[in-house]
Nanobody, 124 residues
Framework: QVQLVESGGGLVQAGGSLRLSCAAS????????MGWFRQAPGKEREFVSA????????YYADSVKGRFTISRDNAKITVYLQMNSLKPEDTAVYYC?????????????????WGQGTQVTVSS
């Protein structure tokens, strides 16, 4: 089992920044690729970003490319999502997920473990 706990969400004005954190516990964190997904009210969960187990590869949705940065610190067993130039359409619950193996994935059903989510609200 891997337990994931997100933090760092909140209310921010458009153009602002937030940094989400996802703290992991349980099985060896470095054996898992990590991903961030989000879900807005009335919409399906969508891929945001992912990172390979050693941080060597990163993946981004087109909608966040150039604004969001994913990183991980395996010593602190934490993955981060730095979100800059936030837009109202970024408003959603953001979920952290863990996927066994090196590569991240854009597909939510390929992830084995999920956090409870953290709310991000961007006001215009």
């Amino acid at each position: 089992q891997v337990q994931l706990v997100e933090s760092g969400g909140g209310l921010v004005q458009a153009g602002g920044s937030l940094r989400l954190s996802c703290a992991a516990s349980g099985r060896t964190f470095s054996n898992y690729a990590m991903g961030w997904f989000r879900q807005a009210p009335g919409k399906e969960r969508e891929f945001v970003s992912a990172i390979s187990w050693n941080g060597g590869r990163t993946y981004y949705a087109d909608s966040v490319k150039g604004r969001f940065t994913i990183s991980r610190d395996n010593a602190k067993i934490t993955v981060y999502l730095q979100m800059n130039s936030l837009k109202p359409e970024d408003t959603a619950v953001y979920y952290c997920a863990a996927r066994a193996g090196y590569f991240g994935s854009t597909l939510y059903n390929e992830y084995n473990y999920w956090g409870q989510g953290t709310q991000v609200t961007v006001s215009s």
